[in-house]
């Protein structure tokens, strides 16, 4: 079931858990993650980069394949389509294809042009029943061309952008796209706690799920967070199953190199990914 992503974060605020945002590439990992889902009873949200989406021909085949593959395998778990750091004109174009989410990642403009940007999405998104994540600070590192310099959120500007009427928001509190390096800080939770208290209560997004030890996430979860974002760690599991698959000769055995054999591996780690985050966020049997 396709649905905008605010009443299953809500869900997960009220009930001290966080829904996983798992980013898609291909066929094989919206199947992988949309199985996952439907076998342990968990929300989901797809998430699509900008880079993602191009790769993919387009937000149009993204959102064809999303619907098409829900339909015919028969998902009845609440799963939510959403443009991932979206720019201004990226989230307008996700919202025609038939999204269900967007976020607009406006945290490099100044504040009061993030302010602007905002308020006009927040109106599109909602008259046409999507949700909307927002930005503020910065999430640090790399992903998909998306750089940014990892400056803590303030909770002032939190509650300037929560008030906007967004959905659910992503808060820099230390957090790194990619793998965190070994001199990493940690998440600022100090920070978290007073945008929790600033905000009201909105779903709080941690973005740069991959590698966070399981007590951080935790943590995180009780100070409001209900969305955590995996992108990275799929994207390991995959490439390990595979280089495992071709360093044991198994792709010159038989008809080992049909890409329906070579990818097998790789997508079977991608679902045991999901799951181990899944249960770690707490959402299992929660759809
Ligand atoms: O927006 C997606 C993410 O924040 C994923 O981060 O690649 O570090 O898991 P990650
Ligand atoms: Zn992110």
């Given amino acids: 079931m396709l649905v905008s992503a605010t ?26 993650i949309l199985l996952t889902a439907q076998e342990l009873n968990s929300p989901v949200i797809l998430g699509v980069s900008e880079g993602a989406g191009k790769y993919m021909t387009g937000y149009k085949t993204v959102a064809a394949m999303v619907k098409a593959m829900i339909e015919t395998l028969n998902i009845t778990v609440p799963v939510a389509l959403h443009l991932d750091h979206g720019s201004y004109e990226g989230a307008k174009a996700c919202i025609e294809a038939g999204f269900s989410s967007i976020m607009f990642d406006g945290s490099h403009y100044a504040i009061d042009e993030n302010v602007a940007k905002t308020t006009e999405l927040v109106e599109l998104a909602h008259s046409k029943g999507l949700s909307i994540e927002a930005e503020v600070g910065s999430i640090g590192g790399e992903e998909d061309g998306v ?89 390991l599991s995959f490439a390990d199953a595979t280089r495992k698959y071709i360093e044991a000769g198994k792709d010159l055995e038989g008809k080992g190199f049909d890409p329906r054999k070579l990818l097998a591996p790789g997508f079977e780690a991608i679902k045991a990914t999901v799951k181990e985050k899944m249960e770690l966020f707490g959402s299992v049997n929660k759809a």
């Fill in 7 to 32: 009443e299953m974060l809500n869900k997960a605020r009220d009930g001290h858990y966080a829904v996983g945002q798992f980013n898609i590439n291909n066929l094989e990992w919206t199947k992988a």
């Fill in 147 to 235: 750089i940014g310099a990892g400056e803590i959120a303030d909770p002032a500007e939190c509650k300037k952008i929560a008030d906007l009427g967004v959905d659910f928001l992503a808060a820099g509190i230390g957090n790194i796209h990619g793998k965190y390096p070994a001199n990493w800080k940690g998440l600022d939770f100090e920070a978290l706690e007073k945008i929790h208290e600033a905000t009201n209560g909105i779903p709080l997004v941690l973005h740069g799920g991959t590698g966070i030890p399981a007590d951080m996430i935790k943590k995180a979860i009780s100070l409001g967070v209900s969305k955590i974002n995996v992108n990275t760690e799929c994207q």
